[in-house]
């Protein structure tokens, strides 16, 4: 499986921006599917997970509300609306696969998770 990450950019505080993470290989619907991101000096960190075939999701405390992911797996790609962009949500966000769905403090482990996409950049002006 690859994952290609796209749709960062520079936007203000309050703003909104659509990350995409386009997915190939034949097993890709059979992933869950999630976002981390890095900020600068900091571990990287969970954000949200879809599962992939009833579309469960689950998030972190810090985004939820504010971001939603989705997925559409005729194009195999997953998508994080982020709404109401806060300065610290500033980070290089990942794309990444899981074999199973995830709630709680399982979804925080990196080892967990198997492919990793390339990342996106995302800056939150204040």
């Known amino acids: 499986v690859q994952l290609q990450a796209s749709g960062g950019g520079l936007v203000k505080a309050g703003g909104s921006l659509t990350l995409s993470c386009a997915g190939s290989?034949?097993?890709?619907?059979?992933?869950?599917m999630g976002w981390f991101r890095q900020a600068p000096g900091k571990e990287r960190e969970f954000v949200a997970i879809?599962?992939?075939?009833?579309?469960?999701?689950y998030y972190a405390d810090s985004v939820k509300g504010r971001f939603t992911i989705s997925r559409d797996n005729a194009k195999n790609t997953v998508y994080l609306q982020m709404n109401s962009l806060k300065p610290e949500d500033t980070a290089v966000y990942y794309c990444?696969?899981?074999?199973?769905?995830?709630?709680?403090?399982?979804?925080?482990?990196?080892?967990?998770?198997?492919?990793w996409g390339q990342g996106t950049e995302v800056t939150v002006s204040s």
């Open positions: 879809i599962s992939w075939r009833r579309g469960l999701t």
């Open positions: 990444t696969t899981r074999s199973d769905y995830c709630s709680g403090v399982g979804c925080y482990y990196l080892l967990e998770y198997r492919y």
């Open positions: 290989g034949r097993t890709f619907n059979s992933y869950a």
